[in-house]
């Protein structure tokens, strides 16, 4: 069975300083990894993706994201946070002969202080 | 472009009624997904709709059923309410094609009593 973990609940960082937001996954196949990011009370929106291709992904609002597959990793990165990131960010996994269905994380809740 | 949209916005229900869920999904698109996201949790997936036909579903029971109608638009129905099945409901829409990207409604938020 496919899923993804995200072991902080809550990550805290000031404004100004790179953030970082775990993921890590668990699939038999090939991996289609996402970061989605929800406001309170909205839907989710995306940030990036990895299919395939350069390990570095880049994504909405300065957002970026490692493929590591020999940790089995996809963390979020940012390298100068804002206040406005602060919301709850999902990761998730799709894989090959899966359908359109994601599995995702539990979240982390991403809170940036002045 | 008005995206995914969702109605109604939050609603209310007792124990043992039924609930209409509606979705229309963003242009262009033909396929929805629902999603059931609890208080704290991720989003989980109840099924899938492609060509009026549930394509694919969740670890979810019976009492959750779906419709797709001509028009791509979609309805999540849930019988014999429960208290567990408050959370939010999420529809996603997409391509049909393999790897297409989700495009999520804002969500009607249930609250069963």
């Known amino acids: 069975a496919q899923s993804v973990a995200q072991p902080e609940d809550q990550v805290n960082v000031a404004e100004g300083n790179p953030l970082t937001v775990k993921c890590t996954y668990s699939?038999?196949?090939?991996?289609?990894l996402f970061w989605y990011v929800q406001y309170p009370n909205r839907g989710l929106q995306f940030l990036l993706k990895?299919?395939?291709?350069?390990?570095l992904v880049k994504g909405s609002y300065g957002f970026e994201a490692e493929f590591n597959k020999s940790q089995t990793s996809f963390h979020l990165k940012k390298p100068s946070a804002l206040v406005s990131d602060s919301a709850l960010y999902f990761c998730?996994?799709?894989?090959?002969?899966?359908?359109?269905?994601?599995?995702f994380g539990t979240g982390t809740q991403l809170k940036v202080e002045l | 472009d008005a995206g995914v949209t969702q109605s109604p916005t939050h609603l209310i229900k007792t124990r043992g009624q039924q609930v209409t869920l509606r979705c229309s999904p963003k242009?262009?698109?033909?396929?929805v997904s629902w999603y059931q996201q609890a208080l704290g949790q991720g989003p989980q997936f109840i099924f899938q709709?492609?060509?009026?036909?549930?394509?694919q579903r969740g670890n979810f029971p019976d009492r959750f059923s779906g419709h797709q109608f001509p028009n791509y638009s979609s309805e999540l129905n849930v019988n014999a309410l429960l208290l567990g099945d408050s959370a939010l409901y999420l529809c996603?829409?997409?391509?049909?094609?393999?790897?297409?990207?989700?495009?999520f409604g804002p969500g009607t938020r249930l609250t069963v009593l």
């Open positions: 709709y492609y060509e009026e036909e549930e394509r």
């Open positions: 699939v038999s196949g090939n991996p289609y």
């Open positions: 998730a996994v799709r894989i090959t002969g899966g359908g359109n269905k994601l599995t």
């Open positions: 990895y299919i395939t291709g350069d390990n």
């Open positions: 242009s262009g698109h033909d396929t």
């Open positions: 996603a829409s997409s391509l049909e094609s393999w790897g297409a990207l989700l495009f």
